[in-house]
């Protein structure tokens, strides 16, 4: 946006920033680090994103982060499932099927277990939206077609 009205725009990474650091953080240091972060001759500045970079960034770390919270959700049912003697299989399917596993159960711990699953299906079918998505980002976009499209034999 501040380039449309003419302005020379970079962006210093953080970490070449961190070493010009000499006090303690407040918007006054901090602008006077990046200023002589960036008269620096050796200083590297990191590439701009596009609106469309962004987009699908974001888009990666939000499935990224739904993973980790599926994940987190999995582990959390098997270990209070294993507190009460049963051991759920470590699959996907397994917590699907939860019902099948929680027979005989205290009736609150099976009304907790039923909520866990129904918060581990939503995430999971987030997760599939977000997929979709940027599976239809990768058959619009040329660049990411090329590289999806690559053959990585020899890794």
């Known amino acids: 946006m501040v380039q449309v009205l003419g302005h020379d725009v970079r962006l210093i990474s953080p970490q070449y920033v961190k070493s010009f650091v000499k006090t303690n953080k407040n918007d006054f240091v901090d602008a006077e680090v990046i200023c002589e972060a960036a008269s620096r001759p050796a ?4 590439a701009i994103k596009s609106e469309d970079q962004q987009i699908l960034c974001a ?11 599926r994940t987190a959700i999995m ?33 609150a711990f099976v009304a907790l277990a039923q909520r866990l699953q129904g918060h581990y299906t939503w995430l999971s079918d987030e997760i599939e939206v977000l997929e979709k998505t940027l599976e239809q980002h990768t058959r619009c976009n040329e660049s990411a077609h090329r590289l999806s499209a690559f053959d990585y034999g020899w890794l």
């Open 43 to 46: 200083i590297r500045f990191a």
């Open 59 to 69: 888009l990666h770390r939000t499935r990224q982060g739904l993973v980790a919270e």
């Open 75 to 107: 582990n959390l049912l098997h270990g209070f499932l294993l507190e009460f003697g049963v051991a759920l299989p470590v699959r996907h399917a397994a917590i699907r099927r939860l019902t099948s596993y929680l027979e005989g159960l205290p009736p």
